[in-house]
C-alpha cells in the first residue's frame, strides 16, 4: 500500500558529493518519520540519519558535519546530501518511513536499495 522509490546512488570519488532521494506514494494519511539505513558488505545495517516529526534530527556519529537530510512533507519525499564522502560510506542506502495509512494503520516500510559507491 505503500511504495518508497529510492534515486542517486552512484559511484564518486574521495571527497565528492551525492544526493539521494526518496519518494513515498501510496495510501498515505501521514508519515512519522523518514530515515536513511545503509548496509556496507558483510556488515550490518545501520541507521545513517532521521528526520522525524516536528524538527527531530538525528546522525550517526560517523556522518555529523558531513550528511544533512531533509524532508519535503508536501511531496512526502526525504532527501540525503552527503558531502565528503569517504571510502568508508561505500554501502548499499536504503530508505525506511514509517507511514500512517488512509486506514489510520501504521506501517514500516523500506525502499528497494540505492547502491553508493566511494573509490578512486
Known amino acids: 500500500q505503500v511504495q518508497l522509490v529510492e534515486s542517486g546512488g552512484g559511484l564518486v570519488q574521495p571527497g565528492g558529493s551525492l544526493r539521494l532521494s526518496c519518494a513515498a506514494s501510496?495510501?498515505?494519511?501521514?508519515?512519522?518519520?523518514m530515515d536513511w539505513y545503509r548496509q556496507a558488505q558483510g556488515k550490518q545495517r545501520e541507521l545513517v540519519a532521521r528526520a522525524g516529526s516536528g524538527d527531530y534530527i538525528y546522525y550517526t556519529d560517523s556522518v555529523k558535519g558531513r550528511f544533512t537530510i531533509s524532508r519535503d512533507n508536501a511531496k512526502n519525499t526525504v532527501y540525503l546530501q552527503m558531502n565528503s564522502l569517504k571510502p568508508e560510506d561505500t554501502a548499499v542506502y536504503y530508505c525506511n518511513a514509517v507511514v500512517v495509512l488512509s486506514t489510520r494503520a501504521r506501517t514500516n516500510n523500506w525502499g528497494q536499495g540505492t547502491q553508493v559507491t566511494v573509490s578512486s
Open positions: 501510496g495510501s498515505i494519511f501521514s508519515i512519522d518519520s
